[in-house]
């Protein structure tokens, strides 16, 4: 199937070790963090929506077959670049 083809690229791991977690995965919570600041939204509002992701995906991982649980680095990482990347995106769209 096409989807596990694409979630195991996802998946790949580019930089781990104890304060880093890198994966493409993290590609894509950077282009959400742009598409947030793209949509102007406002700072609380982006950054609300962000951390609220990230706890329903923590839950669903746990609850159901739906996401993979992630290591605790790999989420902080998940909000860091997100929340940086709407950051950037927001500061340079002034």
Same mark, same amino acid.
């Given at each position: 199937? +096409? #989807?596990?083809?694409?979630?195991? /690229? !996802? ?12 994966? /493409?995965?993290? /590609? ?5 963090? %742009?598409? =947030? +600041? =793209? =949509?102007? !939204?406002?700072?609380?509002?982006? #950054?609300?929506?962000?951390? !609220? ?6 839950? =669903? +991982?746990?609850?159901?077959? !739906?996401?993979?649980?992630?290591? #605790?680095?790999?989420? %902080? ?7 940086? +990347?709407?950051?950037? #995106?927001?500061? %340079?769209?002034?």
């Amino acid at each position: 199937m +096409a #989807t596990n083809k694409i979630a195991e /690229f !996802l998946n790949i791991i580019l930089i781990e070790n104890k304060i880093i977690f890198i994966n /493409f995965w993290s /590609f894509v919570h950077m282009g959400s963090g %742009i598409i =947030l +600041a =793209l =949509l102007k !939204l406002k700072p609380f509002l982006a #950054t609300s929506l962000i951390i !609220l992701y990230e706890i329903v995906e923590f839950i =669903l +991982a746990r609850t159901t077959p !739906l996401f993979r649980v992630e290591p #605790t680095i790999d989420i %902080i990482w998940d909000l860091i670049l997100t929340i940086g +990347a709407y950051f950037i #995106t927001y500061k %340079i769209l002034g």
